[in-house]
């Protein structure tokens, strides 16, 4: 197993799952993240047999397909009803980039 | 008898039989949850169309119309269950405000057998915990004692049976959130088999191990539930297609010659002295029942705690990417898209959930994908293989469904892992998609549940609920309840 993460690895783990952790929580979320990561390295003492497949699904079931028929879904009102911030049609969000000009 | 005190199929009786009405019915309980629910927390929200739609059943059935098979019975659903146009919240401030615009599969079919949803239970915060104290509305108190945890995340589903202020719920179990708080509060609860039940509509954790099933005083309610409930759903592409049995006609075929496995490792190590006997005993009762007791071996098992706290994490951390500030009604303040996203998500998560979902992100990240994703997917393999051997020798695997009576609020806060071996018994049945379910036995010499746990091979949760029946025909556990006004225990 990798090495356990110290602290910029924390903020790096929290820069990609896009969480703004402050400095006292990243300390707490680090080191409990340790201790998981300790006590899942057990999985390294586990001795696979050769060849192994890894089981992703709790049923190894067929595809699912359908005919490819139109069918009335969620009108888009009820939808952007939840929406923090629409202007009725799409969604609407901050700026994608920053302003540096000023 | 007043009708909190009567099992879900006998309320149904006297409703079609005109003995009460479904409008008496409901504002029965919607009494009972007026007195209690401040003292357990039991309900986030009370449904307000409730008693207007009992007053239509009741039209309904003076007309003469024909009705559904529930009809007029109040049932509490989880709150990460949607019900079209009433806020869903997964016990998250992130969806405080949420109110999704269709119902869950399961609940359309409840409403078409006319049930009536009287109320969203508290849960664990995306259900992720073992206590539902992760929940952003509050801890739920287990009503047999109210200084403890009702067990999660089903927690609220599970207190609000036993207390009756409901008298059937519907739960999910990714790890053991249906069988661990039923275990804890002293109720049945069934997590059927991977696939058996449509998933849609159910806010998702970790989408290979989910599943919707039902929380019930007794395995005949279970079972009338899991007939309206189960069977494919073309919304749910991972719901099965396999026949669904009748589970109430099987119910009292006796149990001679039935195969019951039992692993002596699970009945050693870490369990408490207690539990133990009390299953020992009911492994008697299934002795007289005629069933044949046979020792068997789940290597693997030991690992499920480690596979699953891999596995379930990545999931979650993919699942929940989608709660970004842009589309499920909370958004944090920020100057750029990027910041809205952290801030957001800092702000509208719990702590259990931003750790699982940094466990997940770490695991999944470049590097490490095959030491920890990957190794946890073939444990896992190992354990199901471990699954399919039993189940060669026997037709059920019996055990305890925790290895303690419900824990004191708070006890488990500070350590993540203690609260994560809660589940040690019941994680497996998830990650190999087979059913399970959890009845009460002997209760501990303090009066607090013991549950236990039979798990059967994938789509024969009609084996398990027949066994759960037979052993409630000859037990009386199952009929007890919490006294009130409710007590706390030292």
Not at chain 2, 322 to 330: A, K, L
Not at chain 2, 343 to 370: C, H
Not at chain 2, 390 to 402: C, E, Q, R, S
């Given at each position: 197993m990798p090495e356990t993460p110290e602290q910029p690895t924390v903020n790096q783990v929290a820069k990609l799952a896009r969480i703004h952790l402050d400095e006292q929580q990243l300390t707490s979320s680090g080191e409990k993240l340790k201790q998981i990561l300790e006590f899942v390295s057990q999985l390294e003492q586990v001795e696979l047999p050769k060849d192994i497949e890894p089981f992703f699904g709790a049923i190894e079931s067929v595809n699912a397909i359908r005919e490819d028929n139109l069918q009335t879904s969620v009108p888009r009102e009820k939808i952007l009803d939840n929406a923090p911030e629409s202007d009725g049609e799409f969604y609407l969000v901050p700026p994608v980039f920053r302003n540096t000009d000023s | 008898m007043t009708l909190s005190a009567l099992n879900a199929d006998v309320i149904v009786d006297q409703l079609n039989a005109g003995e009460v009405t479904a409008t008496d019915c409901v504002q029965h309980f919607l009494d009972r949850i007026q007195v209690h629910n401040a003292e357990l927390n039991a309900f986030i929200r009370v449904s307000e169309s409730a008693l207007e739609q009992a007053e239509a059943i009741d039209q309904r059935r003076k007309a003469g119309e024909s009705l559904g098979c529930l009809a007029g019975l109040p049932i509490a659903i989880k709150d990460g269950i949607c019900v079209s146009g009433q806020p869903t919240t997964a016990g998250s401030k992130m969806l405080?405000?949420?109110?999704?615009?269709?119902?869950?599969?399961?609940?359309?079919?409840?409403?078409?057998?006319?049930?009536?949803?009287?109320?969203?239970?508290?849960?664990?915060?995306?259900?992720?915990?073992?206590?539902?104290?992760?929940?952003?509305?509050?801890?739920?108190?287990?009503?047999?004692?109210?200084?403890?945890?009702?067990?999660?995340?089903?927690?609220?589903?599970?207190?609000?049976?036993?207390?009756?202020?409901?008298?059937?719920?519907?739960?999910?179990?990714?790890?053991?959130?249906?069988?661990?708080?039923?275990?804890?509060?002293?109720?049945?609860?069934?997590?059927?088999s991977y696939g058996r039940v449509s998933r849609y509509g159910l806010i998702a954790f970790a989408s290979s191990l989910d599943q919707i099933g039902p929380m019930t005083r007794t395995a005949k309610e279970s079972a009338l539930l899991m007939s309206v409930i189960a069977g494919f759903d073309p919304r749910d592409s991972t719901s099965s297609k396999e026949q669904v049995s009748d589970f109430l006609k099987s119910l009292e075929t006796p149990l001679a010659g039935v195969r019951i496995g039992v692993c002596r490792d699970h009945l050693n190590e870490g369990l408490d002295?207690?539990?133990?006997?009390?299953?020992?005993?009911?492994?008697?009762?299934?002795?007289?029942?005629?069933?044949?007791?046979?020792?068997?071996?789940?290597?693997?098992?030991?690992?499920?705690?480690?596979?699953?706290?891999?596995?379930?994490?990545?999931?979650?951390?993919?699942?929940?990417?989608?709660?970004?500030?842009?589309?499920?009604?909370?958004?944090?303040?920020?100057?750029?898209?990027?910041?809205?996203?952290r801030?957001?998500?800092?702000?509208?998560?719990?702590?259990?959930?931003?750790?699982?979902?940094?466990?997940?992100?770490?695991?999944?990240?470049?590097?490490?994908?095959?030491?920890y994703y990957l190794k946890a997917s073939k444990v896992r393999r190992m354990i199901k293989q471990d699954y399919d051997e039993?189940?060669?020798?026997?037709?059920?695997?019996?055990?305890?469904?925790?290895?303690t009576p419900a824990f004191k609020l708070g006890q488990h806060t500070e350590?993540?892992?203690?609260?994560?071996?809660?589940?040690?018994?019941?994680?497996?049945?998830?990650?190999?998609?087979?059913?399970?379910?959890?009845?009460?036995?002997?209760?501990?010499?303090?009066?607090?549940?013991?549950?236990?746990?039979?798990?059967?091979?994938?789509?024969?949760?009609?084996?398990?609920?027949?066994?759960?029946?037979?052993?409630q025909n000859e037990t009386l556990w199952h009929t007890a309840s919490p006294s009130e006004p409710w007590r706390t225990q030292s």
């Open positions: - | 405080e405000n949420f109110s999704p615009p269709y119902d869950a599969t399961i609940v359309e079919r409840l409403k078409s057998a006319d049930a009536i949803i009287i109320g969203k239970t508290n849960m664990d915060e995306f259900a992720m915990g073992s206590s539902t104290e992760n929940s952003f509305f509050g801890p739920t108190n287990n009503p047999w004692a109210t200084n403890r945890v009702p067990g999660g995340s089903s927690g609220g589903s599970a207190a609000c049976v036993a207390a009756r202020l409901a008298p059937v719920a519907i739960g999910s179990d990714t790890g053991g959130s249906i069988r661990q708080p039923a275990s804890f509060c002293g109720i049945t609860g069934l997590k059927p002295v207690e539990v133990k006997t009390k299953i020992n005993d009911a492994i008697s009762v299934f002795k007289q029942l005629g069933a044949n007791i046979e020792e068997i071996e789940l290597p693997q098992t030991k690992s499920a705690i480690a596979a699953y706290y891999i596995i379930a994490p990545c999931e979650a951390s993919s699942n929940l990417a989608r709660y970004d500030g842009v589309r499920y009604t909370f958004r944090a303040q920020a100057n750029d898209l990027e910041e809205m996203y801030n957001t998500r800092g702000q509208g998560f719990g702590d259990e959930v931003k750790q699982r979902i940094m466990l997940g992100t770490y695991a999944l990240s470049s590097g490490y994908y095959e030491a039993a189940f060669k020798k026997v037709d059920l695997i019996l055990g305890p469904t925790t290895p350590d993540p892992l203690a609260m994560y071996l809660a589940d040690i018994y019941t994680v497996s049945a998830n990650l190999a998609g087979i059913p399970a379910i959890s009845v009460p036995v002997e209760p501990s010499s303090t009066g607090l549940p013991i549950g236990l746990q039979l798990q059967g091979r994938a789509f024969e949760e009609n084996t398990l609920l027949r066994a759960a029946h037979q052993f």
